[in-house]
């Protein structure tokens, strides 16, 4: 998709988008899994890294 590709250009405005979309349910799920912080804040960091690094890979579908 257009924004997974400009997600994965590095476009810093795509960036801040994408984390305040999702970042809250990331850390969610990664605090549901992982007991200690300092892990936790690892294991996100790098879900937020994999996810923008492979960005352009994945389908965005929206349904109304």
Known sequence: TTFGKTLRN???AAMREFYSLYADYLVGVCSRYIIDENDR???FQDLFH???SQSAQYQIHTYF
């Open 41 to 43: 804040k690892d294991v």
């Open 50 to 52: 994999r996810t923008v």
């Open 10 to 12: 590095g476009d810093h």
